[in-house]
């Protein structure tokens, strides 16, 4: 079987000042370690500094949005060139945030995939379901639609991972069930245009004490981190969780 690196990502959301680069220093040691790729998501003001805190360390930088053209009259948005520019690697599309508070549509963030593409980066593209559709018995089927509509046409020879996030779980502590994890990267995956290739991510509530369980399941190739990436130590609890997931659990 084709094996995928895990990757762990960090989702600061609207969170981080300057002062909060001494954040790298403490990441690094554990990155240099680590059996996963680990990536970083700060807002936009700081990727430019956390590209240069995290020179040499292996920690890549992502945006969290960007726009689908690559510039023009568009005030207060930026361009996946511009973060290209910057140094970024990779960039969150189609958060269930940026859906809700900006109206995003799937429509958007596939153009938003297509223009990060374009620019070199990889998009870490996020879907799930509300707790309504998913207690209606409808989460497949809301996310088998969200991926159609948001994954780049000709997806298959595109380095692009998938983000599954079910809403209810974000922010929430309620992280959904291992067998509920299992089972929708299950049919993510048998969706996918290249799945054996493509990296499939949980997000959601992902702590220290969940970490080992939801990497450890065959599907899941890592995770995307809001709360818990904001403390170095905690993210580098998530890191380390995947080089532990493979020994019995006690
Ligand atoms: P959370 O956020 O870990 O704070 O639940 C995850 C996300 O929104 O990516």
């Not at 005030?75 to 508070?101: F, K, P, Q, W």
């Amino acid at each position: 079987m084709m094996s995928r690196r895990k990757l762990i990502a960090g989702n600061w959301k609207m969170n981080g000042l300057s002062g909060a680069l001494g954040y790298f220093s403490e990441l690094a040691p554990v990155a240099a370690g680590a059996s996963a790729d680990v990536l970083v998501c700060p807002p936009a003001t700081l990727i430019h500094a956390a590209v240069q805190a995290c020179a040499g360390t292996g920690i890549r930088v992502g945006g969290q949005d960007c726009h689908a053209q690559d510039h023009g009259a568009h005030t207060g948005d930026i361009s996946a060139a511009m973060l290209r520019d910057c140094g970024a690697s990779h960039v969150i599309l189609g958060h269930s945030e940026r859906r809700a508070d900006h109206g995003e549509t799937d429509g958007d963030v596939r153009a938003k995939a297509v223009a990060a593409l374009a620019a070199g980066l990889v998009p870490v593209i996020c879907v799930g379901e509300t707790l309504a559709e998913r207690e209606a018995g409808r989460a497949v089927e809301v996310v088998a639609r969200q991926l159609a509509g948001s994954l780049p046409e000709n997806s298959a020879i595109l380095d692009l991972v998938i983000a599954y996030e079910p809403v209810w779980a974000i922010g929430t502590g309620r992280t959904a069930s291992a067998a509920d994890v299992a089972a929708m990267h299950a049919a993510i995956r048998e969706r996918l245009p290249n799945p054996l290739t493509t990296c499939i991510i949980y997000g959601g509530s992902v702590k220290p004490g969940n970490a080992r369980e939801l990497l450890s399941l065959a599907d899941v190739d890592g995770a995307l981190v809001g709360g818990a990436s904001l403390d170095a130590a905690d993210f580098s609890a998530i890191i380390e969780a995947v080089s532990l997931e493979n020994e019995p659990l006690r």
